[in-house]
T-cell receptor, first 114, second 112 residues
Framework: NAGVTQTPKFQVLKTGQSMTLQCAQDMNHEYMSWYRQDPGMGLRLIHYSVGAGITDQGEVPNGYNVSRSTTEDFPLRLLSAAPSQTSVYFC?????????????FGPGTRLTVT | SQQGEEDPQALSIQEGENATMNCSYKTSINNLQWYRQNSGRGLVHLILIRSNEREKHSGRLRVTLDTSKKSSSLLITASRAADTASYFCATDPTDSWGKLQFGAGTQVVVTP
């Protein structure tokens, strides 16, 4: 299993540009989530999904959209990038209905908005 | 808002010593989890302790949970240089299942 994969690894955007961060998992996990990590602040939940077709907001959803059309994929869209969105983004998945509450993380995408 | 807060923020020890870090949280939880992050990498799950458990072991790791004090501790025994990393606690709240809330982490440096 590849686990959780994220692309790209690095990205530089100009203010106002849009882009999609890709996330995929091959473990048939029902639960997927997106976090951002800023220095000294740990991880903060952006959006999450409990299954295909179901998404919900986390702690810091503004400026981001998500969709979940398949179990495997959970892309994160930045609608109009702002310097405040400069961060490292992590995707994670888990299988809580099987009693597996631990989350598996991807390697991250480091985003810089200038 | 961050649910968990780790203490200390940074810890520097020598190989062979034990490392202890603490986590405090604010609301009721289903479980509490500890993760490790090596520099520039994603988080790796270390251990999960459920709200009805008080202590759990996994290899050189020992986790305790005191729900009355809303606190947890992670002990790494006989530290190795490879244990150098940031360690995060994450709480799984009872009122928002699955929406983990992370603390800011403890940065541990183990010198040979």
């Amino acid at each position: 299993n590849a686990g959780v994969t994220q692309t790209p690894k690095f990205q530089v955007l100009k203010t106002g540009q849009s882009m999609t961060l890709q996330c995929a998992q091959d473990m048939n996990h029902e639960y997927m989530s997106w976090y951002r990590q800023d220095p000294g602040m740990g991880l903060r939940l952006i959006h999450y999904s409990v299954g295909a077709g179901i998404t919900d907001q986390g702690e810091v959803p503004n400026g981001y959209n998500v969709s979940r059309s398949t179990t495997e994929d959970f892309p994160l869209r930045l609608l109009s990038a702002a310097p405040s969105q400069t961060s490292v983004y992590f995707c994670a998945s888990s299988y809580p209905t099987q009693g597996r509450y631990e989350q598996y993380f991807g390697p991250g995408t480091r985003l810089t908005v200038t | 808002s961050q649910q968990g807060e780790e203490d200390p923020q940074a810890l520097s020890i020598q190989e062979g010593e034990n490392a202890t870090m603490n986590c405090s949280y604010k609301t009721s939880i289903n479980n509490l989890q500890w993760y490790r992050q090596n520099s520039g990498r994603g988080l790796v799950h270390l251990i999960l302790i459920r709200s009805n458990e008080r202590e759990k072991h996994s290899g050189r790791l020992r986790v305790t949970l005191d729900t009355s004090k809303k606190s947890s501790s992670l002990l790494i025994t006989a530290s190795r240089a490879a244990d150098t990393a940031s360690y995060f606690c994450a709480t799984d709240p009872t009122d928002s299942w699955g929406k983990l809330q992370f603390g800011a982490g403890t940065q541990v440096v183990v010198t040979p």
